[in-house]
Structure formats: C-alpha cells, structure tokens
C-alpha cells in the first residue's frame, strides 16, 4: 500500500462509518420517545433542577456520572416519594449519617425532581440494571418464609433497612432490632412513625391488616 | 535542533498553563479520593472537587495539544505562525476563561442555589459530565479554538507545505472543535441529553484526541530517532484510518443501557471489541521504528513517546476492552471499573502523549541539544508506578463493587463504606506517590535548558 492510498482509505473510510453512525442517529432519535413515556413540564423542570445542582457530580443516572454516590435511574421505585422529598432537602435531618449536603434544594424543585426521577426509572433500558443474581434467588426452595417475612417482603422494607448485612442504608439497620425495641414500640411505629419521632421520614403503613402488622412486629421482635 | 520561529516558542506559553493545571489536577484529584473516606473534610464538596479533577485535565491536555501544534505547524511548514500576536491573545483569552469558569465552579460549591438559570442556561455549571462549563464558557472556548484552527491553518497555507503530519493533526482539531457542538444544545429527554453528550466524550477521546495522538506519535518518531517520512506517514493514515473505523460506531457501547434501540448492544459490542487493533498497531510501530534507528537525538522524548503508545494499549484499550461487550459490560456498568478504565487510558493515552510532546519539543524552544533526561525518567516511573498501582485498586474496588452490588445485591452505601474501606486508603497513597513523580517532572520543565545557562553566566562573570 502507498502513502497516498492510505490517505485515501483514511479519509474515505472514514467518512463512510460516518455517514453510517448519523444514519444510526437518526433512527435511534425516532425511537427514543417511544422507549420512554411523554415528558410533561414538571418532568423537564426537574430535569433542570437535576443539571442545577450538579447531582451527577456525586450520584450515576443510567449509569453515567461519578460513582461517588448511588445510582439514580431505579431510586423511585425503592424509596416511597415522602421519605425521597424530605431527604433531598434536608438529608441529615432524615439520616444522621447521610453524606449528602443540604444543597438548598426548594419544596418545589423537590416535587419536580421527584417527578423526573419517576419518569427515569421507566425509561426502556433493555434490563439495566440487570436483578442481583443471588437475592432474586434466595428463599427460592431453601425454606419456607415465616408469615412475618413475607410481609417484610412485600411490603419492601429491604429497600431501606438491612437485615443481616442485606438492605438498604437509608434507614437504621434492623438486623439487632429485637433487642433494643418492643413489640408494642414496634407496632405502634410501623402504624405512625412521627407518634415516635417527629423527624421520621418512613411513611404511615397503616394500610396493613391488624394480623399482618402483628406477623411482622413478631418476625422483627426475633431478630437479635 | 533549535527553534527558529516565534511560533513555536508560543507553545511555551501553553506548556507552562498546562503543567500548573496538571498539578492542580493532582492535587483535587488526592482531595476527590480522601473525601470517599471523609466526605466533609475539605471546605468544597465532593462533586465540585470532581469537577475541577476532571476539567482542569481537559484543559490542560487540550492547552498542551495546541501548544504542541502551534510549534509542529511552523516547524513542519518552515515558516513562522501566520500571526504571533493573534496567537498570545489567543492563550490570554483561554486563561482568563478557565479561570473564570473555576471561580464559578467555587462559588457554586460554596452556595449550590447560585447556579441560577440566566438567558435559558446555567450561569455557574451546566451540572452535565465533563463538559460542566456553563453555555457562555462554552461559546468563549469555541472561539478560542477557532482562532487556533485559522491561525495554523494560515500558517500552513503561507508556504502550501501539507505534509501528511500536519493535515492529520489539523483535521483531527477540527474533527475535535465540531464535536464540541453536539454538546452545546438542551434537550428535554435525559436519554437524548446523553446520547448526544456522548458524541462529545466519545467522539473526542476514542476519536478525534486519538487521531491527534497518532499523528503527534509520527512527528515525534521523526524527530527522535529519524525515522523516514515516507514510511511514518504512511502507517500513521492506517492506524488513524482504523481508530475512525472503530471509534466511530464504538460509541455503541456507551448506547446499551441509556434508552437506546437494542441495536446498538450489536453494533458497540462488535465495533469496540476492535478498538484495540489500531491501539496495538502504534505500539507496534513505536517499537519497530525505534529499533531500526540506532541513532537516538532526544532520549527522553523518545522514551515518552513509547511509553505513550504502549500505555495508550493498555488503558484506553486493553483495560477498556475487558468490559465493553455488553454481557460483561451488564454488570460492571456504571461501577468503578469504569473509573479504573478512565484513570489508565487518560494517563496513557493523553498526559504521557501530552508529557513526551513537551519532551520532545521543550529543549529546542530553549535552544539546547542536550540535556540530563535523568529526571524525565525518575517522574516516569514515580507517575506510571503509581498509576498503575491506583488503577489496580479501583479495579479491585470496581470488582468487589460489581460483586457485592450486582450479583448478591448488596446496598451501594454499604459496599462503598464497608468493603471497599482499604481499597480508598490505598488509592490515597498512591496518589501522593503520583504527585512526587508531577513534582520532578514540573521542577525539571521550569529548570530544563536554564540550569546550563546559569552555568555559562557564572564563568563568564568569573572571566
């Protein structure tokens, strides 16, 4: 090969995966919208609150971003939206150890940035992020769940509090909770959490049944 | 070898912003990692200290690049810069810039609600990856680097001498300058937002920077050991042909996981599987060219440049490689491997091209053939053994991540504070060992060439 029919190839080449990957651009922007659902005005100002406070300079969204902090694209579907707003502005006042600033963020630009996170988690990722291979199969034929774990379960407490080093971190750890409450403290705060402690950014679950309450104040109790 | 035209002593100016900024990288760069441990320790947050990580790094790799082809265009044309003044204007309007850009930066760490929105943007930090630099920085920097572009492009059209070095390298910054644009416009949809975003990042450093890279790589084979031209150009057009053929549709892999058409989990898991190839082809030809010349004019600018081209396999496509197809990529993506991935490509790829053009350019600007180049290897093994050594606890770090978080299904909180403990403490002293080898390599670019002509004035003196 010559110099010049290198530069040829080069220059040509180039410009033909060039032409390719804008004729890709061009589909891939007419199907976005149909991946995601319709963005309202509320979504775009949070959207904008998101880019004002700079919350990918600490967490990912879709996975990009700075790892620093936890990825945003599924949040919404494991935090309810009350503990979400009271966390976002004013983080320490919800979770004492929280490494998250107090940014300022409004009332207002909370519920906006609320919205935005909704309309992220359903955003059509072709399945990222992808089930934790081991939690989706526990319990599965090991042994039978107590009645007090299945509500735990359904209920999805394990997205904000960790038993035996599995869970989340917003909330306090559970894994000893037996030890340092009662049943009857337990049962009344699942009900009303703020009838405890003001500050409380768990939401009321006072849609479970008497006997379900009790199942799970039991399962909680054992733990120590 | 000394310079001869004003242009090229123009990289000078460029060269010296460039080496501050990379000490200031360095320095942010130890703060970012001590705050993984203790996030309040210093008066600005985490994501603001991320961000001048990464932007003075931009800045001051794109500032080494220019000031390196300011200094290729008028040596390759034999002529001087179109116009010295516009040039020096050029540089002054850049510095006062970014340093504007950082005070925004600062003072919107310190009161976060600041960054207001003025005329539909922005005013302090765009709050996007990289390219935070709000709407009118953006524009500034735009016509910075249009100056730039007109100037060597006149420069070279004054003697009409397009060697193949200078159209690459010309191209390759025009390629760079239009790909800055798809990142200028916003978008309502956050999945649009990062797709276009990513023409930007990607498109540049698996792109447009590589391109460079590879035409910088054959003027400094050249001009280190004398390799024939003919021969030079002609493998600099394959490998740069092949970086476009696979970088171009390699964006696919940033286009699996963000809303995008399935399609692309094909199309980047094919094209980026190939990125190495052209990769491994500069180290091939760094190595067979420096083996056919015995004649060696500037050692340490040669070592730089080999080093560059093998290091430049080893992050940007060995270690970026590993998790790009989308099986693999499934589960690592958005952890620290990622971070690991960035750390050795943009050390290998860019700071040691950017490092070895210095090398092998600074002794002519200061007008000296020969120098001790002790020094040059010293702040090598010190920057390039701690790198690695950092990589690989961000790797470690990155795998017990994708462990814990996305096999078991542990918390992110809780892998980060708990099991990942020690691999932060490592990264922090590794870091510090990163700035010992910054420090010699900055005393020896402020001393090369001077320490000579001091010698020379006190005999003088003493005669």
Redesign the interface.
């Known amino acids: 090969?010559?110099?010049k029919s290198?530069?040829y190839?080069?220059i040509y080449?180039?410009l033909f995966?060039?032409v390719?990957?804008l004729g890709?651009?061009y589909?891939?922007?007419k199907?976005?919208?149909e991946?995601?659902p319709p963005?309202t005005d509320k979504?775009?100002a949070g959207?904008?609150v998101?880019?004002?406070?700079?919350?990918?300079?600490?967490h990912?969204?879709?996975?990009?971003?700075?790892?620093?902090?936890?990825?945003m694209t599924k949040v919404i579907v494991r935090k309810p939206k009350a503990y979400l707003k009271k966390f976002l502005m004013d983080p320490q006042s919800v979770k004492t150890n929280a490494?998250m600033?107090k940014?300022?963020i409004s009332s207002e630009e909370a519920d906006s940035l609320i919205a935005?996170l909704e309309?992220?988690s359903k955003?059509?990722?072709?399945?990222?992020?992808?089930?934790?291979?081991?939690?989706?199969v526990v319990g599965a034929g090991i042994k039978t769940l107590t009645e007090g774990q299945k509500v735990f379960q359904s209920q999805g407490c394990i997205n904000c509090h960790?038993i035996n080093?599995?869970?989340?971190?917003s909330g306090p750890d559970l894994t000893k909770i037996g030890v340092i409450r009662d049943k009857n403290w337990l049962y009344e705060f699942i009900k009303n959490p703020s009838s405890k402690n003001p500050n409380s950014a768990m939401p009321a679950f006072d849609n479970l049944k008497e006997e379900e309450l009790n199942q799970l104040v039991e399962y909680l109790s054992s733990l120590k | 070898m000394v310079a001869k035209y004003e242009g090229q002593k123009i990289a000078l100016y460029f060269y010296t912003f460039a080496v501050l900024l990379f000490i200031v990288q360095v320095i942010v760069g130890i703060i970012a990692a001590g705050q993984f441990l203790y996030p309040d320790f210093f008066f600005l947050n985490f994501n603001t200290i991320r961000t001048l990580h990464i932007n003075s790094m931009v800045v001051w790799l794109l500032c080494g690049l220019m000031g390196a082809t300011y200094y290729v265009v008028t040596d390759e044309s034999q002529t001087e810069l179109w116009n010295v003044g516009l040039a020096k204007f050029q540089f002054w309007a850049t510095v006062v810039t970014v340093l504007l850009v950082v005070l925004g930066y600062i003072w919107m760490g310190i009161v976060p609600s600041a960054n207001k929105e003025v005329f539909g943007t922005l005013l302090l930090n765009e709050g996007r990856e990289y390219i935070e630099a709000p709407r009118w920085a953006d524009l500034l920097i735009a016509v910075s680097a249009i100056i730039f572009l007109i100037n060597c492009f006149m420069t070279v059209q004054k003697t009409k001498h397009w060697t193949g070095i200078q159209g690459t390298l010309i191209g390759g910054l025009t390629f760079l300058v239009l790909m800055y644009v798809p990142g200028m416009f916003y978008t309502k949809s956050m999945v649009k937002d990062q797709f276009w975003w990513w023409w930007v990042i990607h498109l540049w450093v698996e792109g447009a920077w590589e391109v460079i890279a590879g035409a910088l790589l054959a003027y400094m084979l050249i001009k280190t050991v004398g390799a024939k031209r003919e021969v030079v150009e002609k493998w600099m057009y394959i490998e740069v042909a092949l970086v476009l053929f696979t970088g171009i549709l390699g964006t696919g892999h940033h286009y699996y996981w963000i809303g995008t058409p399935s399609y692309w989990l094909w199309i980047g898991g094919i094209f980026s599987a190939l990125e190495p190839v052209p990769l491994l082809l500069m180290v091939w030809d760094a190595f067979r060219t420096t083996r056919e010349h015995r004649e060696v004019a500037n050692r340490a600018g040669l070592f730089f440049s080999v080093s560059h081209a093998l290091l430049n396999f080893l992050g940007a496509g060995l270690w970026g490689v590993f998790h790009t197809l989308p099986q693999v990529n499934k589960w690592t993506h958005g952890t620290q491997i990622t971070t690991s991935h960035g750390h050795l490509a943009f050390y290998g790829a860019y700071v040691l091209l950017v490092l070895a053009m210095i090398y092998v350019t600074l002794p002519a600007i200061r007008g000296v053939k020969e120098f001790n180049y002790s020094r040059a290897i010293q702040s090598f093994w010190w920057m390039t053994i701690s790198m690695v050594l950092i990589v690989l606890t961000i790797t470690g770090a990155g795998m017990v991540q994708t462990y814990m978080e996305r096999i078991i299904g542990l918390d992110y909180v809780a892998v980060k504070a708990e099991y990942n403990y020690w691999f932060w403490i490592w990264r922090i002293i590794f870091g510090f060992g990163f700035l010992v080898g910054v420090l010699i390599f900055a005393y020896d670019f402020f001393t090369l060439g001077k320490e000579r002509e001091t010698a020379t004035i006190i005999e003088t003196s003493k005669a």
């Open positions: 090969m010559t110099t290198a530069k190839l080069f080449g180039s995966f060039f390719i990957f890709l651009t589909d891939t922007m199907k976005v919208d991946r995601t963005i979504i775009d959207k904008k998101w880019h004002k406070y700079d919350c990918i300079g600490c990912t969204i879709l996975g990009n971003g700075s790892y620093f902090a936890p990825d490494t600033p940014l300022g935005f309309w992220i955003v059509d990722t072709n399945g990222w992020p992808p089930k934790p291979l081991l939690a989706s960790i080093g599995v869970g989340g971190t």
